[in-house]
């Protein structure tokens, strides 16, 4: 059952009522799965679950690694448009990957910014309030960032260079405070 604080890492953290994000391990908890009526999983992770998705429950994987490198955006729109489908289909979705961090994260933002109509500051604000731990990478950060523009023709959040190289503005204090002395 749907619990009103995060969940953190160890369960299924609920984004809106269709959408739960979580770690793999989380993921492979049937109980919860099922308690949260999850009918699709998205996995994005490297390799393909050890263990086969519950009968009923469509599973689809998206192939990345946790590299800033990746090609996450490349398969912003279709998590996105899945995830919706599903929802207007009655169903819900979970999204995860290794940790619940960063590559679900991720997907997770660009699905309340293309369908939920958030800018990328406030889908991000929201995904954190469910999932403090969520903080996708910095290479998804700025295929977010491309993205949101895609979507709205401005941003709403910009990379700025820092000593550990480029980050996002919203992390630029934090960053600051971080400085090596």
Same mark, same amino acid.
């Given at each position: ?7 953190? /890492?160890?369960?299924?953290? @609920?984004?809106?009522? #269709? ?5 793999? +391990?989380? %993921? ?5 799965? *099922? ?5 699709? &999983?998205? *996995? %994005?992770? !490297?390799?393909?679950?050890? =263990? ?7 599973? &689809? #994987? ?9 090609? /996450?955006?490349? #398969? ?15 169903? =819900?979705? /979970?999204?995860?990957? @290794?940790?619940?961090?960063? +590559?679900? %994260? ?8 293309? #369908? ?5 500051? $406030? ?24 993205? $949101?523009?895609? /979507?709205?023709? @401005?941003? *709403? ?8 190289? !480029? ?5 630029? $204090?934090? %960053? @600051? ?5």
């Amino acid at each position: 059952m749907y619990r009103s604080r995060p969940a953190g /890492l160890s369960g299924l953290c @609920r984004v809106t009522d #269709h959408l739960y994000l979580s770690s793999g +391990r989380a %993921a492979r908890d049937s109980a919860q799965v *099922s308690r949260c009526k999850i009918t699709c &999983v998205v *996995s %994005a992770t !490297e390799t393909g679950t050890s =263990c086969p998705p519950a009968p009923g429950v469509e599973y &689809v #994987h998206i192939a990345i690694s946790d590299s800033p490198e990746s090609p /996450l955006g490349d #398969h912003f729109d279709r998590v996105a448009d899945k995830i919706q489908r599903t929802a207007e289909g009655g169903g =819900c979705t /979970l999204v995860h990957c @290794r940790a619940g961090v960063s +590559r679900s %994260a991720a997907l997770c933002i660009a699905y309340l910014m293309k #369908h939920r109509g958030a800018t990328l500051l $406030e889908a991000h604000g929201w995904v954190k309030t469910c999932r403090p731990t969520a903080r996708p990478n910095n290479g998804f950060w700025k295929q977010l960032v491309r993205y $949101e523009m895609q /979507l709205r023709g @401005r941003n *709403s959040v910009r990379m700025v260079s820092s000593y550990i190289g !480029e980050i996002p503005d919203i992390y630029e $204090e934090e %960053a @600051r405070n971080m400085t090596p002395l």
